[in-house]
């Protein structure tokens, strides 16, 4: 409120001084020459002051959320006045977000969003008929206050994904394991739906490292995750745990739904081929699978599934075993 004060008081301040030196040519003017225009030319001022306002408080507003569809929500709810549209649109690849609102029409004003080499996303509008002039001066204001806030949401939603996402497969991470896991287990127990815990482990891949390097064993790894990737539904929870064991999450999913799953995971590492000089490695995994019960923590269900898993390899391992 005080900044919004300090502001209006600095715009009257500007609108008096204006004021004075119009006066003051007019009272000079000689004749033949054209008066100026005080009415019209404050009225301009005064209306270019208003939009330098409305920024400013627009901008206000997006600085308060650091989440990025929270924050191009709030701006596409606020500009619904200013600029009337049939569709406006983000999208933002790096963090794959892509928000769209109402029917894609004709006419549109686009605007590819960089701050200081920093990509941060593209906003499409449009409508059935032409944008004028001055409606694009007004967008071009009202993008003016978004661009800091979206940057500052940016740089934290990537700094968030770091902290939750493995570097070298690009997958969720430990962290993002026991922050995300309880909350999946908790809803399925609440309303009664099945989830089932699957850990995968790569047999003997220590061997693999030790024979050809660990950029191999990083090259297998990455392959690995691409055939899980694969296996699975877009609303299951892929993880890795460390080095070379995998968890992953399938929700609504009994045991027999699950074990179809972790064969069809299993059937495709064994036939990833690869070579190295003039040998070619033979992949193979041991799985382990449980089910959760209503009385589980993310402790009690992981210590069964990892129970299955040495179940697994005590059979004689590249096999799926469930307790």
């Known amino acids: ?11 009257a301040s500007k ?14 003017a000689k004749p033949g020459k054209k008066t100026f225009d005080i009415v019209s030319s404050e009225k301009a001022l005064l209306q270019k002051q208003s939009g330098e306002l409305r920024a400013l408080q627009l901008s206000e507003k997006l600085f308060r959320t650091l989440d990025v569809k929270n924050l191009i929500d709030l701006f596409f709810e606020e500009i619904q006045s200013d600029i009337p549209h049939d569709s406006i649109g983000y999208t933002n690849k790096t963090l794959g977000i892509a928000l769209s609102l109402g029917k894609m029409s ?3 004003m686009e605007y590819n969003i960089v701050l200081a080499g920093q990509p941060l996303g593209e906003i499409v509008i449009t409508r059935s008929r032409l944008f004028v002039t001055k409606e694009v001066e007004i967008m071009e204001n009202l993008m003016c206050s978004l661009v800091y806030p979206l940057r500052n949401a940016t740089m934290y939603q990537l700094a968030m994904m770091s902290a939750f996402q493995d570097p070298l497969t690009g997958i969720n991470n430990r962290a993002s394991l026991e922050k995300s896991l309880p909350r999946e287990i908790s809803l399925a127990q609440r309303h009664g739906t099945p989830l089932t815990l699957m850990v995968i482990d790569v047999d003997h891949f220590k061997q693999i490292n030790d024979t050809h390097g660990h950029q191999v064993g990083d090259t297998v790894l990455r392959d690995l995750t691409r055939v899980y990737a694969e296996s699975v539904r877009t609303t299951d929870l892929v993880f890795r745990y460390g ?6 999450a399938l929700s609504n999913t009994d045991l027999a739904g699950a074990r179809d799953v972790a064969e069809r995971i299993r059937d495709g590492i064994e036939k990833c081929h690869f070579t190295v000089g003039n040998v070619r490695l033979v992949i193979s995994a041991s799985i382990g699978l449980t089910q959760l019960n209503g009385r589980d923590t993310l402790e009690s269900a992981f210590r069964r ?11 004689g391992r590249n096999r799926v075993a469930q307790v």
């Open 1 to 11: 409120m005080q900044l919004a004060l300090t502001v209006l008081n600095s715009l």
């Open 243 to 248: 080095g070379d064991e995998f968890v992953i």
């Open 305 to 315: 599934a990892d129970e299955a898993l040495l179940l697994a390899k005590r059979e």
């Open 106 to 108: 004709r006419h549109r």
């Open 15 to 28: 609108i008096n001084n204006r004021m004075a030196m119009n006066l003051s040519n007019i009272a000079t």
